[in-house]
Nanobody
């Protein structure tokens, strides 16, 4: 079955680092757009970062530029979100999402395959 599974969410202190993983099965990330979204309680789901199979250049939302790095490992069919210099406002449930398309989309309605989410908590 088509599936995405996130892992790596933890509680960390301000300024800390965390690595989130997204493992795909039933399809290939090498033919998909893979993006990370996050959602805090009472807030809308927010685009964080995305990468197209056709490009090696990720796209990031302004608030995480220079702090987060999105990469993929085609051989392992996984994607990784490396987060550094974490802030309390980064606290949220993080989701990975995939769609067979050519260009990165920031609208969650453009994605049909979603992971279950992993909690990231940044404490001061």
């Amino acid at each position: 079955q088509v599936q995405l599974v996130e892992s790596g969410g933890e509680s960390v202190m301000v300024g800390g680092s965390l690595r989130l993983s997204c493992a795909a099965s039933g399809f290939s990330l090498n033919s998909s757009v893979l993006s990370w979204f996050r959602q805090a309680p009472g807030k809308e789901r927010e685009f964080v970062a995305g990468m197209s199979w056709a490009s090696s250049t990720p796209f990031y939302t302004h608030s995480v530029k220079g702090r987060f790095t999105l990469s993929r490992d085609n051989a392992k069919n996984t994607a990784t979100l490396q987060m550094t210099s974490l802030k309390p406002e980064d606290t949220a449930v993080y989701y990975c999402a995939a769609q067979a398309r050519w260009t990165i989309a920031t609208d969650p309605r453009e994605y049909s395959t979603w992971g279950q989410g992993t909690q990231v908590t940044v404490s001061s």
